[in-house]
């Protein structure tokens, strides 16, 4: 079965959207990278970029588009 780039964009957006929806019901955050920044959303929709200080600690803080 061979799909064409619209029908495989379509595909890859339920998918998304079906994960979004998993990982919100269960209570999970999701992580991504946008704009080279680290996201994390949590299940209300909350997002925080996540960065790494010189001695690795691990920061977030909240993110705005």
């Known amino acids: 079965m061979f ?7 379509e595909i890859l957006k339920k998918a998304n959207q079906h ?7 269960s209570g999970a955050s999701i992580y991504y ?11 209300e929709g909350n997002k925080f970029e996540i960065i790494f200080d010189l001695t690795g600690e691990r920061q977030e803080f909240e993110y705005h588009e």
């Open 3 to 9: 799909v064409d780039r619209k029908q495989l964009q």
């Open 19 to 25: 994960a979004r929806k998993q990982a919100k019901e």
């Open 33 to 43: 990278i946008k704009n080279n920044r680290r996201i994390r959303e949590d299940a």
